[in-house]
């Protein structure tokens, strides 16, 4: 199953040709026959009757053949590529991978644009700057004793994985006298699955994460010599009336990271940005754990890949005539003010971006907002409908086998590719056999290919790592750069708003799967809905209760500049302020940070004939691009955050662990209210 941070493995049962059921494969090590929610899940979004089940030009429907004209005319218009452009989700398929080096080489200008609303930017970039090109780092935290995790829920496996999951678990088990548990320090400013595992933890605001990351570090650094982080710790300041922090619970932390050498671990969330990242990677380095506890594994990585910001710009300057869109929905997920138009003297959003391309291809699973403002909306294919593959987290070359034909005639990725190039459409194996036989197996190549296809993964390909090597100097360099030390903390006048992923529905790409959205938050209990989180005292602050509407205004300060770089402040110089708001509902969080409120992505979809419509509150209408995780008034980027009560109680859908009388009371209380209405209508 394809997925954000690297495949899953999995073992499909199917019952007269039709997957019932999905189970980790347990012949791969990374799984062994363990899944998670959203694998499950799946099932639902194979049959799912609000899919894409139709080729439509301009909303209306048409012919395969139709497009397979259509697609003849645009490739002889496309020339070298020059104003050719793909925005793609990240799957890490090889095949994908091959078949866009083939494009590249028909058309040489073409630019390829990976796009995810929770990609993290800053985490790619730093590993980068701190290790090299083509490089992965693979935690091994079966093998650490001391963990500390800055803003990172790495227990949840829409950010973590099964493996690491597993991992720490084997780790909380004894068996016997020899046997250790492993320790875990927590810094968050919400609950987290993870938190709620911490043997220590840490709240406060997320946007002071970076001076908690720089206390710790120093400390380690004093304790250590190390010289490469050393180098990075240098030249960043901390300014005077920072907030304060527990210093005990500070000291604890770094000594226990030190006293397990080469069996510590330190993990950052990829929400925090480059210089968080870069002091993660130099503690890990001072503490010999790079090499033991986090491995950097060898991952090409296509160095020509661009951002949507550097796609946005291509667009208002009029540089993209055709546009493919596979699986992304940045009209509804992409953040504010991506471009600025200086014809009109304006920032753009992504939908006016959209429409200033004359000829755009978008490949759905659902016809969503992007398909609206598309000139043609493809059906996509469900990854049990067709050949594919892809790499685990950790690297394995894994195959991905159709287990039932197509219930809607969709595509997949690899078979608009190969259209675009105008070769023969394909239904069998072709394009993943190609990439598999590259990889040399040894043996006959029948015998490889079938036990490819039996074992799900391929054995033959060795995982390779790198020996430890932390670019301090560079490291450094970077981080004296991008460094911009946090104001004061958060006041109750001027909170920090989070955007997270949502535990159910991932960045909203699973809204329309009713089994996801039945399933309980693991934390708050909602069910079907978001809500603002907040900490008890802050609730008081405003005076409101779980339930009461608030409304959230964001006012921006719009640069007369380009839009600035993620990790880097915004141009000093303005032009005015621009005001985002967001009405939204309160939940009380017990363990949240006070002056923070974090808001669950993906809900607030307003245009989906779905049932997913009006679910929620919409998070992404604060999100801009300098500011796509966490928002906070800088004076920079962000001038000014507000909140006020502007609305009575609702009631969420919730789900709780409730006694059977009680139940029953409250059904026989819900009949009483449905029958009065019904009679009263």
């Not at 929770?118 to 290790?131: D, G, K, M, V």
């Not at 990271?257 to 993660?280: D, E, H, I, R």
Request: charged content about 20%; hydrophobic content about 40%.
């Amino acid at each position: 199953m394809p997925r954000r941070n690297g495949a899953i493995p999995l073992l499909v049962t199917t019952v007269d040709g039709r997957p019932i059921k999905l189970d980790g494969n347990p012949l791969h090590p990374a799984s062994n026959g363990a899944s998670d929610v959203f694998v499950q899940a799946a099932i639902n979004e194979l049959y799912n009757p609000l899919r894409a089940k139709r080729i439509a030009e301009n909303g209306k429907t048409t012919t395969p053949a139709a497009f397979e004209k259509y697609l003849g005319d645009l490739r002889a218009k496309i020339g070298d590529g020059a104003g050719l452009a793909f925005l793609v989700e990240e799957t890490h398929s090889p095949t994908r991978e091959r078949i866009r080096g083939e494009l590249e080489k028909m058309f040489p200008r073409m630019r390829w644009c990976v796009y995810d609303p929770l990609r993290s930017e800053a985490q790619n970039f730093a590993t980068q700057i701190s290790f090299g090109d083509n490089l992965r780092l693979v935690p091994r935290i079966e093998r650490a004793d001391v963990i500390l995790a800055l803003d990172s829920d790495f227990l949840d496996c829409g950010e973590g994985d099964i493996a690491s999951s597993r991992a720490f678990s084997f780790r909380r088990r004894v068996s016997s006298g020899k046997d250790s548990m492993n320790r875990l320090y927590v810094v968050e400013n919400r609950y987290t699955l993870t938190g709620a595992m911490a043997d220590h933890r840490l709240r406060l605001p997320a946007s002071q994460i970076p001076l908690v990351a720089h206390a710790i570090a120093t400390r380690i650094a004093t304790a250590t010599k190390d010289s490469g982080l050393g180098s990075i710790l240098a030249t960043l300041q901390v300014p005077a009336g920072a907030a304060q922090f527990d210093e005990q619970w500070l000291d604890e932390a770094a000594n226990d990271l030190v006293s397990k050498s080469g069996a510590g671990l330190v993990l950052a969330g990829p929400q925090q940005p480059v210089v968080v990242q870069l002091l993660a990677y130099g503690i890990n380095s001072a503490l010999k754990n790079v090499g033991s506890t986090v491995l950097l594994r060898e991952r090409h990585r296509n160095q020509r890949d661009n951002s949507i910001l550097q796609l946005a710009g291509d667009i208002v300057g009029g540089r993209i005539k055709q546009l493919f869109i596979l699986g992304a929905n940045p009209v509804f997920n992409a953040p504010r003010s991506l471009a600025y138009d200086s014809t009109s003297k304006t920032w753009v959003d992504w939908p006016e971006l959209q429409k200033k391309v004359p000829d755009v291809i978008r490949l759905g699973y659902y016809e969503d907002e992007t398909s609206a403002l598309s000139r043609w909306n493809l059906p996509a294919s469900h990854f049990l409908e067709s050949w594919g593959d892809a790499l685990s987290s950790e690297g394995h070359y894994l195959a991905i086998q159709p287990m039932i034909l197509p219930l809607f005639g969709g595509f997949s990725e690899l078979d608009l590719l190969n259209a675009v190039m105008g070769k023969p459409k394909v239904d069998g194996p072709e394009l993943v056999q190609e990439t598999f036989q590259a990889s040399k197996p040894s043996g006959d190549p029948a015998t490889a290919w079938s036990k490819f296809l039996h074992d799900g993964f391929a054995s033959h390909i060795l995982l390779r790592d790198q020996p430890p090597a932390f670019n301090g100097n560079t490291a450094g360099g970077i981080a004296h750069n991008l460094w911009s030390p946090p104001g004061p903390a958060p006041t109750p006048e001027s909170p920090e708003v989070v955007l997270v992923r949502d535990y159910s529905i991932d960045d909203g790409r699973y809204i329309n799967n009713a089994w996801l959205q039945e399933m309980p938050d693991p934390i708050t209990k909602l069910t079907w809905d978001n809500a603002a989180l907040i900490s008890p005292r802050y609730a008081k602050t405003l005076g409101v209760e779980t339930g009461d509407l608030i409304q959230i205004t964001v006012n921006d300060v719009v640069p007369a500049t380009p839009p600035p770089v993620e990790g880097k402040p915004a141009p000093a110089s303005t032009t005015t302020v621009d005001a985002a708001e967001l009405e939204i509902a309160v939940l009380i969080s017990p363990g949240h940070a006070d002056n923070s409120i974090t808001i669950p992505l993906g809900y607030g979809r307003a245009s989906l004939n779905s049932v997913g419509e009006h679910s929620g509150f919409n998070g992404y209408l604060l999100r801009t691009a300098s500011n796509p995780h966490y928002i906070v008034a800088d004076g920079k980027a962000i001038d000014s955050i507000a909140v006020k009560k502007v609305g009575e109680n609702i009631r969420f859908r919730s789900r709780r662990i409730i006694s059977a009388s009680k139940a029953a009371g409250w059904s026989a209380k819900r009949r009483l209210s449905t029958t009065a209405k019904t009679t009263s209508s």
